[in-house]
């Protein structure tokens, strides 16, 4: 991180540029879509201290755990469905619209 | 929560990231549910200690002496004194440590279990607590002590979590 501070001329190949920043997309979409299942799950409207209590983040790990099982399960199955679709970023893509309801 | 790096960020943007992680993982540790009951029973020594030294200097205030006691010289009396309070004390400190592990132990465990928090938890830890140190005195003793614990703790939690 210390090197940051001085911006090198670097050539920078342009594809890697558009796959980092898709990577990123993919990774905040589903990061926005997991805080917001899990936020309307785990923790309730009225807040009486700053952090995070033990059953609060209990919660939070086992939404967590839960969302990204579920992403893998619905991963496999999407491979086998369709399999002229691209590998990892166009599945993971395809998975973030079927974000899960409220049970 | 609308920016998602949001929080913690404050304090922490001075140390290295393996600093991070390790205060991190300090803080973490603290919140585990045996350091709780390990410091909630040392609380509750401490606090059982204080009382039972509170308590056992009301026995030596009062008119009530041994005979044999007056006769010693006030050296002896006043050893003799220390020696019951330190015994009475440490006595009152184990009882009260006791309860402050169980109670905190069964409460974290119970909260971990649910991974919900409200005022459910400390009604069944009281119990189980109430139910445990009344078991030698059979059934009926039981289910008083839980009911009353379980009525105790709800009303302190419900006091100290009001808006």
Known sequence: MSSWGSFSQTYVNPEHLKQAEQQVDVFMGMFNRIMNACQDKCIPNHYHEPDLNKGEQKCIDRCVAKYMSIQTIMGERMKHMSPLAEPTNNNNNNNDSFSPDSL | ?163
């Open chain 2, 1 to 163: 929560m609308n920016s998602p790096l949001g929080g913690m960020g404050g304090q922490n943007k001075g140390m290295s990231p393996q600093e991070q992680q390790t205060v991190r993982m300090m803080q973490g540790a603290f919140e585990s549910c045996a350091v709780k009951t390990a410091m909630s029973g040392v609380a509750g020594f401490g606090m059982g200690a204080a009382f039972g030294l509170f308590m056992s200097s009301f026995e030596y205030a009062g008119p009530a002496m041994n005979e044999e006691l007056v006769k010693q010289t006030t050296k002896q009396q006043i050893k003799h004194a220390f020696k019951d309070m330190g015994t009475r004390s440490l006595s009152m400190a184990k009882n009260f440590g006791k309860v402050g592990m169980i109670y905190a132990g069964s409460e974290c465990c119970i909260e971990s279990y649910r991974a919900k928090n409200d005022l459910y938890n400390s009604v069944a830890a009281g119990a189980f607590t109430g139910g445990l140190l009344a078991a030698k005195a059979g059934p009926q003793a039981m289910l008083l002590g839980a009911g009353g614990f379980a009525a105790f703790s709800l009303a302190i939690d419900w006091y100290m979590h009001r808006d």
